[in-house]
């Protein structure tokens, strides 16, 4: 975690920005879009359309999956049953939420100066901690403007449980989103302006990949935390050189991913503010 020291300056003057993925939702109990899939794929009315599960998973996007079981819903007038598990999976567990997520979102609150958070996830995790000035919330399509950026608030960028459907969760949704002049531009300024640290993220939207790559000036590198059972499943070294190269983010491979929480707390607290009374404590029951 040394590497990630470069990110200080940027943290001081207020152009460091966190990119959040459903990884740390995960931590809270939440459904990955990986299980939201098999789920749909699992349900007995797209049985019945002939697919085979065991065919489309891991050879076909989850944005093209969820695509097509919302069209079999519909086609069926079930569209309650395809928002009924996207619902089901924004549900935080009741004792992993206060006992894992809660005290890694008050480390994380500890860097100071704030950096804004960018997220993918549509789940209000990180608004019910509280610990966010819900004023500064971020979701709607107009809200994605260069000048917002300037404010310490949570964006949304794939849309919010607030306004459930109109979050970009299939093909149909997500691709005139990234078309869209002004929300590029704002990735764009993110991605130049600002140090990207990434937390729980797969890098696996291209188009934010394409952006990243378009703004790639070698000036500077973005920073993408990972665990070492990621190398297993998502990422290798060649993978991790190509995203340097082209996309100029720096991997840094943690430990274990239990180890997640006392990694970031020795950073956090080697460099910031003393932990606030009773997140220590919390954060030692994450290896039990």
């Keep these: 975690m040394e590497r990630l020291n470069a990110v200080l300056p940027y943290i001081k003057h ?31 009315e797209i049985q019945e359309s002939g697919i085979k599960k065991e065919e489309l998973i891991g050879d076909m996007e989850n ?9 079999i819903f519909k086609r069926n007038g079930n569209e309650n049953t395809y928002w009924g598990i ?30 804004q958070i960018i997220t993918t996830n549509i789940d209000n ?22 000048t917002n950026l300037n404010s310490s608030g949570i964006f949304h960028i794939h849309g919010s449980e607030y306004d459930l459907e109109k979050s970009l ?16 531009r704002f990735l764009k300024s993110l991605f130049k302006k600002y140090c990207v640290i990434f937390i729980g993220y797969g890098l696996r939207d ?18 993408l935390l990972l ?9 290798n070294s060649s993978t991790l050189t190509v995203f340097k190269e082209l996309n100029g983010i720096e991997s ?13 707390e020795d950073w956090i607290t080697k460099y910031f503010k003393t932990v606030k009374l009773g997140v220590e404590d919390d954060m030692r029951t994450t290896n039990d």
């Design 14 to 44: 207020n152009k460091c920005a966190l990119f959040i993925g459903a990884g740390l939702s995960k931590i809270a109990g939440c459904y990955d879009w990986d299980s939201v899939a098999k789920k749909m794929l699992d349900h007995i």
């Design 63 to 71: 944005e093209k999956i969820l695509n097509y079981c919302f069209n």
């Design 86 to 115: 996207v619902r089901e999976a924004l549900v935080p567990d009741v004792k992993l939420y206060p006992e894992k997520y809660f005290p890694v979102i008050k480390l994380l609150k500890l860097i100071t100066p704030f950096p």
């Design 125 to 146: 995790c990180l608004e019910n901690t509280k610990e966010f000035n819900l004023s500064e919330i971020y979701y709607k399509t107009e809200h994605f403007i260069e």
């Design 169 to 184: 969760l299939t093909r149909e949704q997500y691709i005139p989103r990234y078309r869209e002049a002004s929300f590029r």
């Design 206 to 223: 291209r188009e934010i990949l394409d952006i990243m790559q378009e703004t790639n000036d070698n000036n500077k590198y973005h920073f």
């Design 227 to 235: 665990p070492e059972e990621d190398m297993s499943n998502l990422f």
């Design 252 to 264: 840094i491979i943690y430990g274990k991913r239990n180890t997640f929480p006392i990694v970031l």
